[in-house]
C-alpha cells in the first residue's frame, strides 16, 4: 500500500520561508518523478514543481519561479518544497504527489499524470 504524508505546513508571516517534506512509502520512491501541487481557497488545485526521479532536472510553474526549490532525498523516500520570501497569495493546502512515469515533462501540471496523493498540508500566510 502506498503512502504518501505532506509535512511542514503552517502560519507564517509575509516574507517568511516554510520547508516542507513529504514522505512515501510502500514503492520504489527513485523509480518515478515528484510532484507538489496546491489549491487556495475556492480555486482549483494547480501545479507548481516536479522534479525527476535522480533530481537533475527541475520544473517550476512560472508564478512560482524564483521562490520556490524542490529536491528530494532518495535514500529517505522524501520530497521537499522550500519556499522563501511568502506571500499571503501562497495560503493553500499543498499537496505532493507520486508521477506515473520516470521523468518530468513540460506539461508536469496535468494531474492525470499523477498517480498517489498525500492528504496535503496547510499553508497559511499572514499580511
Known amino acids: 500500500q502506498v503512502q504518501v504524508v505532506e509535512s511542514g505546513g503552517g502560519l507564517v508571516q509575509a516574507g517568511g520561508s516554510l520547508r516542507l517534506s513529504c514522505i512515501v512509502s510502500?514503492?520504489?520512491?527513485?523509480?518515478?518523478?515528484m510532484g507538489w501541487f496546491r489549491q487556495a481557497p475556492e480555486k482549483q488545485r494547480e501545479g507548481i514543481s516536479c522534479?525527476?526521479?535522480?533530481?537533475?532536472?527541475?520544473f517550476y510553474a512560472n508564478f512560482v519561479k524564483g521562490r520556490l526549490t524542490i529536491s528530494r532525498d532518495n535514500a529517505k523516500n522524501t520530497l521537499y518544497l522550500q519556499i522563501n520570501n511568502l506571500k499571503p497569495e501562497d495560503t493553500a493546502m499543498y499537496y505532493c504527489?507520486?508521477?506515473?512515469?520516470?521523468?518530468?515533462?513540460?506539461?508536469?501540471?496535468?494531474?492525470?499524470?499523477?498517480?498517489?496523493w498525500g492528504q496535503g498540508t496547510q499553508v497559511t500566510v499572514s499580511s
Open positions: 522534479i525527476t526521479p535522480t533530481g537533475d532536472r527541475t
Open positions: 510502500g514503492l520504489i520512491f527513485d523509480d518515478y518523478g
Open positions: 504527489a507520486t508521477s506515473r512515469y520516470n521523468y518530468c515533462s513540460d506539461n508536469f501540471r496535468v494531474e492525470s499524470k499523477y498517480q498517489y
